[in-house]
């Protein structure tokens, strides 16, 4: 075989098996990270560390043994053995995919005691079945971001804890957005009526059968149809209030549906 032969024989591997530029490892999912997170978690006492050992075990043991509260000799030993069920077999969503944490156990009565240990330490939990298995789950944003922090994944709780905020602002900006747009289409749709009134009674010869006060306000309206209604009260002379502006124009509207036999609502306001 030639050269030339032998380089064509050589085959790269295939793109998606090959390494990112520098050798970086496959990205790391939300539960990754705090895992890798807890993995350093440095345990000074012995008590502790006995509570983190049987949280490591607790999940895979038999359906009929429960959780030891001898176990917890001082206040930092349920989150060190909490933190070792989570290790052991927790999982929890980006924030950004939803809310959502969990730990799986083997048998109701486990997953009853494991969710009464959370409780005991603040956290409300919630339980079902998975086929073979039972979940201890928490579904509640701020809920989730409090476990985090207390088993010792602050930064990952934290950066959670953003996401949520951030969220919170965007859906807050999105619900004012909708609700202007809403506002400044109802104000559009308003206007239009009160105009296409004041031509009809104009372009009908008609605008003398209004009172002389609706003719002021009429003509006003038909001046300035940008202004708003607080704008529209200053110009009468003398000013009047936006209340009653409000009320001339529905008049007007009123009377223009009931020579035309038309019905609808008259309300106008902004």
């Known amino acids: 075989m030639t050269k030339k032969k032998i380089k064509?024989?050589?085959?790269?591997?295939?793109?998606?098996?090959?390494?990112?530029?520098?050798?970086?490892?496959?990205?790391?999912?939300?539960?990754?990270?705090?895992?890798?997170?807890?993995?350093g978690t440095k345990i000074e006492k012995l008590c502790c560390k006995a509570a983190?050992?049987?949280?490591?075990?607790?999940?895979?043991?038999?359906?009929?043994?429960?959780i030891d509260r001898g176990l917890f000799r001082c206040s930092a030993c349920a989150p060190h053995f909490l933190r070792g069920v989570f290790m052991a077999s927790g999982s929890v969503n980006s924030p950004e995919k939803g809310h959502h944490l969990e730990?799986?156990?083997?048998?109701?009565?486990?997953?009853?005691?494991?969710?009464?240990?959370?409780?005991?330490?603040?956290?409300?939990?919630?339980?079902?079945?998975?086929?073979?298995?039972?979940?201890?789950?928490?579904?509640?944003?701020?809920?989730?971001?409090?476990?985090?922090?207390?088993?010792?994944?602050?930064?990952?709780?934290?950066?959670?804890?953003?996401?949520?905020?951030?969220?919170?602002?965007r859906n807050d900006c999105n619900r004012k957005t909708n609700f202007d747009a809403a506002n400044m289409l109802k104000t559009a749709t308003a206007g239009k009526r009160q105009l296409d009134a004041i031509r009809y009674f104009y372009e009908t010869g008609e605008i003398d059968t209004l009172s002389e006060v609706l003719q002021t306000t009429a003509a006003l309206k038909l001046e300035n149809p940008s202004l708003n209604l607080s704008e529209l009260a200053a110009l009468h002379e003398?000013?009047?209030?936006?209340?009653?502006?409000?009320?001339?124009?529905?008049?007007?509207?009123?009377?223009?549906?009931k020579a035309n036999g038309i019905s609808g609502k008259c309300a106008f306001k902004k």
């Open 8 to 39: 064509r024989a050589v085959k790269t591997p295939p793109k998606k098996y090959t390494k990112a530029p520098g050798g970086s490892e496959e990205k790391l999912t939300f539960t990754g990270k705090v895992k890798k997170s807890l993995h």
């Open 52 to 66: 983190f050992s049987a949280g490591l075990a607790f999940p895979k043991q038999s359906e009929e043994s429960g």
């Open 103 to 169: 730990m799986k156990v083997y048998g109701r009565d486990k997953a009853a005691s494991l969710a009464k240990v959370l409780e005991e330490n603040g956290f409300e939990a919630g339980i079902s079945a998975r086929r073979s298995s039972d979940i201890v789950y928490f579904k509640d944003g701020e809920v989730i971001f409090g476990f985090l922090n207390y088993i010792g994944a602050q930064k990952c709780a934290f950066d959670f804890l953003e996401v949520i905020i951030e969220k919170q602002v």
């Open 238 to 257: 003398p000013p009047i209030t936006k209340s009653c502006v409000n009320h001339r124009l529905n008049k007007i509207i009123e009377i223009y549906e």
